[in-house]
């Protein structure tokens, strides 16, 4: 009999880890397969990660403390745009996304009402789509680290071979980010 429950207890542990998941909804409540999420917290733009451009900016924090580690990526009047994603929709996965989510953190001593995040779609440079979310009402106080989500839909036909930017700006006025997530919701 105990062979039998053991047998039987050995089956279900072994039915129960195949294929386990392919169908498994993380605590979230979306199926992973639903999403692709890329993060960056600026400490390893030395390694060149293929996707992202503009390592320029990647700077140890100057005066005061980044959100997390040493390094941000710095924006002002010199340079304009913040480390850059840049891939093409088919490098990503292999559906298009119906949304992109940018969550991140903002520093700015004297904040202007042109920083915010860009989305840009683009097919060989030329733009298709082009969206801004302001944080300029994000930066409650000069000087302090805060966080930010920006919803981007794409709500226009997009086509895989199509290349997607997301980066940040400051309309050429300190500005630091630090600790970006994007995620591309299907």
């Not at 294929?19 to 999403?35: F, H, K, L, V």
């Not at 994603?85 to 969550?103: A, D, G, H, T």
């Not at 789509?129 to 009402?137: A, M």
Request: net charge negative.
């Amino acid at each position: 009999m105990k062979n039998v429950l053991f047998i039987a207890l050995a089956g279900l542990f072994v039915y129960g880890c195949s294929n386990s998941n392919q169908n498994a909804i993380p605590a979230s409540g979306q199926a992973e397969q639903n999403q692709v999420v890329i993060t960056n917290d600026m400490e390893n733009a030395a390694a060149m990660i293929p996707s992202w451009i503009n390592e320029v900016t990647v700077v140890k924090m100057e005066n005061g403390k980044a959100h997390s580690g040493e390094f941000v990526s710095k924006v002002d009047d010199k340079i304009l745009y913040t480390y850059t994603y840049r891939e093409f929709f088919e490098n990503i996965s292999q559906k298009l996304p119906k949304r992109v989510v940018v969550n991140g953190w903002v520093n700015s001593p004297d904040p202007s009402e042109n920083l915010g995040i860009v989305m840009d779609i683009n097919e060989n440079n030329v733009n298709k789509i082009w969206k801004s979310y302001s944080l300029t009402k994000t930066v409650e106080s000069p000087g302090k680290w805060f966080e930010f989500t920006a919803y981007f839909p794409i709500d226009q036909p997009i086509q895989k071979n199509w290349q997607v930017k997301i980066y940040g700006y400051s309309g050429k006025k300190l500005a630091y980010f630090d600790d970006l997530k994007i995620t591309f919701e299907y």
